[in-house]
């Protein structure tokens, strides 16, 4: 069993969308409970939800949009689909973050609600679930979605609500680690459990134009590092090899496996706290503060939302984020 939480939220979310004609369109004859539930028509019904609330919640020079969302789908259709999460996720996301840029221009303040992105799909054996005082169709055919602006930070189980129906498979392990797939595909998604993903959000795709292919930090072949990044803890050095255009500074509580992450040894430096991305155009590095740094005494200005702010590195630089001191030092001969 699962519980949603934030009943008020998720309350106010379902009252105000109304079922549309892609959402509650015409169903295939000769089977009961509905059309077959395609990769195409989620992703379609995730937008559209999606687009739909974010008008609801913003307001103002506010733009507010949910970004954790617990998926419901009849058991028949779970089955089917299962495997197809993992990659339909990404897509999710690109479409999301298409939404935000066309937007954003509205609005003043467009910082993000949350962290993560969170996505958690479940299967229901019941024909229908209870959110507050809403009983809630699950149809064949179809997805039932709730969403909020965010959820619990570091929840591990699901437990029982008298409110919410919902029947959860749990096997307390990774079901994606134990099959041959290609993790590359999933660009920076984190799998957090059977059919659970994460991602974090990532403020540089709501530039002009998002971020194409070709702008997509990539490998440099061994032995060609661009730059080193450390600092001495406690009598031990940690040192970062960044052999990439990109690497994100987080701190410890971030438990993400990508390659591009330089975790702190620190309470104090917050999750994505700064990224540093080289500009080979410019053959310059660059600094985006996402949290107080100070780069060689002097305190950066902080990006919000779309809006990045880039300070340029010398070949040697001094970084202060919360009670680290690190050195930013290029090696590249470029």
Same mark, same amino acid.
């Given at each position: 069993?699962?519980?949603?939480?934030?009943?008020? &939220?998720?309350?106010?979310?379902?009252?105000?969308?109304?079922?549309?004609?892609?959402?509650? !369109?015409?169903?295939?004859?000769?089977?009961?409970?509905?059309?077959?539930?395609?990769? #195409?028509? +989620? $992703?379609?019904? %995730?937008?559209?939800?999606?687009?739909?609330?974010?008008?609801?919640?913003?307001?103002?020079?506010? +733009?507010?949009?949910?970004?954790?969302?617990?998926?419901?789908?009849?058991?028949?259709?779970?089955?089917?689909?299962?495997?197809?999460?993992?990659?339909?996720?990404?897509?999710? $996301?690109?479409?999301?973050?298409?939404?935000?840029?066309?937007?954003?221009?509205?609005?003043?303040?467009?910082?993000?609600?949350?962290?993560?992105?969170?996505?958690?799909?479940?299967?229901?054996?019941?024909?229908?679930?209870?959110? !507050?005082?809403?009983? %809630?169709?699950?149809?064949?055919?179809? /997805?039932?979605? $709730?969403?909020? %602006?965010?959820?619990?930070?570091?929840?591990?189980?699901?437990?029982?609500?008298?409110?919410?129906?919902?029947?959860?498979?749990?096997?307390?392990?990774?079901?994606?680690?134990?099959?041959?797939?290609?993790?590359?595909?999933? /660009?920076?998604?984190?799998? *957090?459990?059977?059919?659970?993903?994460?991602?974090?959000?990532?403020?540089?795709? *709501?530039?002009?134009? !998002?971020?194409?292919?070709?702008?997509?930090?990539?490998?440099?072949?061994?032995?060609?590092?661009?730059? *080193?990044?450390?600092?001495?803890?406690?009598?031990?050095? @940690?040192? @970062?090899? +960044?052999?990439?255009?990109?690497?994100?500074?987080?701190?410890?509580?971030?438990?993400?496996?990508?390659?591009?992450? =330089?975790? *702190?040894?620190?309470?104090?430096? #917050?999750?994505?706290?700064?990224?540093?991305?080289? =500009?080979?155009?410019?053959?310059?590095?660059?600094?985006?503060?996402?949290?107080?740094?100070?780069?060689?005494?002097?305190?950066?200005?902080?990006?919000?939302?779309?809006?990045?702010?880039?300070?340029? %590195?010398?070949?040697?630089?001094? /970084? =202060?984020?919360?009670? &680290?001191?690190?050195?930013?030092?290029?090696?590249?001969? !470029?």
């Amino acid at each position: 069993m699962i519980r949603i939480d934030n009943m008020n &939220i998720i309350r106010r979310i379902i009252e105000v969308f109304a079922p549309d004609e892609q959402r509650t !369109g015409a169903r295939g004859t000769g089977q009961q409970g509905g059309a077959d539930l395609t990769n #195409q028509r +989620m $992703l379609d019904e %995730l937008v559209a939800d999606f687009n739909c609330q974010l008008e609801a919640y913003s307001f103002g020079e506010r +733009m507010l949009y949910p970004m954790s969302f617990t998926i419901v789908l009849h058991r028949e259709d779970f089955n089917a689909r299962r495997e197809s999460f993992v990659f339909l996720v990404p897509e999710v $996301l690109k479409a999301f973050y298409a939404i935000l840029r066309e937007r954003k221009p509205a609005y003043a303040d467009a910082t993000n609600p949350a962290v993560w992105w969170n996505f958690h799909f479940v299967p229901s054996e019941l024909p229908s679930i209870l959110c !507050g005082e809403r009983e %809630l169709p699950v149809e064949k055919g179809h /997805l039932c979605i $709730l969403a909020s %602006l965010f959820d619990e930070s570091g929840r591990k189980d699901t437990e029982v609500s008298e409110q919410v129906n919902i029947s959860v498979r749990r096997d307390q392990s990774n079901r994606v680690d134990r099959v041959n797939i290609n993790r590359e595909a999933l /660009l920076r998604l984190t799998l *957090l459990g059977d059919c659970h993903f994460q991602e974090a959000f990532d403020a540089s795709l *709501l530039e002009d134009g !998002g971020e194409r292919p070709s702008q997509r930090p990539q490998p440099q072949p061994s032995g060609q590092q661009r730059a *080193l990044v450390r600092y001495s803890r406690q009598r031990k050095t @940690y040192t @970062y090899r +960044m052999e990439g255009d990109r690497m994100r500074i987080s701190g410890r509580s971030d438990h993400r496996p990508d390659r591009d992450i =330089f975790r *702190l040894e620190s309470d104090q430096v #917050q999750v994505n706290h700064a990224e540093i991305r080289f =500009f080979p155009e410019e053959r310059r590095f660059k600094l985006a503060a996402f949290a107080p740094v100070t780069v060689d005494e002097v305190e950066v200005p902080l990006s919000k939302g779309g809006d990045l702010r880039w300070t340029e %590195l010398s070949r040697r630089s001094q /970084l =202060f984020m919360g009670d &680290i001191d690190l050195t930013f030092e290029s090696t590249w001969e !470029g």
